[in-house]
């Protein structure tokens, strides 16, 4: 089992930054695909940023690519988002979601929503115009 707890979110003005944490605990993150996912209130769940379990690998959401960068810290069992140049547009709940080397798969990296092993509780953001 994998818990994960995301934190760093909070409220920020339009063009700001954050970077968000995700915090991993019960097995080593090393052997892990991890990738970050965001809802909007009164939306669905959509794809952030994925980061391969191998490295450096990284794939990006078109609406935050050149804006967020994801990165992990093996050492430090921890996954970040790095979110520059935010927008009204951003706000949302930010979830971290696990995978090991070997999950099943349908269609491969970056791979979608409902192949992933492991959820965060997530952690909010607000961008203010």
């Known amino acids: 089992q994998v818990q994960l707890v995301e934190s760093g979110g909070g409220l920020v003005q339009a063009g700001d930054s954050l970077r968000l944490s995700c915090a991993a605990s019960?097995?080593?993150?090393?052997?892990?695909?991890m990738g970050w996912f965001r809802q909007a209130p009164g939306k669905e769940r959509e794809f952030v940023a994925v980061?391969?379990?191998?490295?450096?690998?990284?794939y990006y959401a078109d609406s935050v690519k050149g804006r967020f960068t994801i990165s992990r810290d093996n050492a430090k069992n921890t996954v970040y988002l790095q979110m520059n140049s935010l927008e009204p547009e951003d706000t949302s709940v930010y979830y971290c979601?696990?995978?090991?080397?070997?999950?099943?798969?349908?269609?491969?990296?970056?791979?979608?929503?409902?192949?992933?092993?492991?959820w965060g509780q997530g952690t909010r953001v607000t961008v203010s115009s």
């Open positions: 980061i391969a379990a191998s490295g450096p690998s990284t």
């Open positions: 979601a696990a995978r090991r080397l070997g999950y099943p798969s349908t269609k491969g990296f970056p791979f979608p929503m409902e192949e992933y092993e492991y």
């Open positions: 019960g097995r080593t993150i090393s052997s892990y695909t």
